[in-house]
């Protein structure tokens, strides 16, 4: 369903594992930035009246889920750490070139959000099928069907906007340059990491 070229290595999990506060942390800050995210396409494209309610609704999401991964935190003693680079997001956008149309620029930005979505939901569900401790995957879960619907609706909103076919052609190719660089990652503690 994710289209997504590479899965995730199931031994990623083992990894995180070892360190749950780091990944609990990234997490964190993941649904911060994704809420900063939509927050950025109503300023941005305003006069999309339909993506700004979506986003407006989207920003409540990610930040009820900032503060699920937040309170998961505190229960088990810990404090927020720092945030820290996402270097698998810093690769990714810099596959389209800059500039471009306002639908371009926003068409494109629709379609890296679709992917960092569709990867964060390949990565919880195997957290929620991997990990050993029953309620941390089980909260995987649940988050994991929200994933999968932002993903769904980005990538709709950018087929909405743009020439369906260039959207579409553009995403297989966005999809294939994310395998180069997932086949990097998967080393560390972290969503995308």
């Not at 309610?53 to 088990?76: G, N, P």
């Not at 990867?119 to 988050?143: G, P, T, V």
């Amino acid at each position: 369903m994710l289209g997504l070229k590479l899965p995730t290595d199931p031994r990623w999990v083992n990894i995180v594992e070892k360190n749950i506060e780091e990944i609990l942390t990234d997490h964190a800050f993941c649904e911060q930035k994704a809420a900063s995210t939509a927050i950025s396409l109503i300023v941005s494209f305003p006069e999309y009246s339909d993506l700004v309610q979506e986003m407006t609704a989207l920003v409540k999401e990610e930040i009820s889920h900032f503060k699920m991964v937040h309170d998961k935190i505190l229960e088990r003693g810990w404090k927020l750490g720092r945030d820290r680079r996402d270097d698998y997001v810093l690769q990714l956008v810099k596959f389209f070139p800059k500039g471009g149309s306002r639908t371009t620029q926003l068409v494109h930005r629709l379609l890296y959000a679709a992917l960092i979505e569709a990867r964060s939901c390949e990565r919880f569900r195997l957290l929620s099928e991997e990990l050993q401790e029953k309620k941390l995957a089980d909260f995987y879960r649940n988050l994991m069907v929200s994933e999968a619907n932002h993903y769904t609706m980005f990538l709709g909103f950018a087929r909405q906007y743009g020439i369906k076919k260039e959207v579409d052609t553009k995403w297989q190719q966005l999809l294939e340059y994310e395998s180069k660089i997932i086949s990097n990652l998967g080393t560390s503690e972290a969503i995308h990491g």
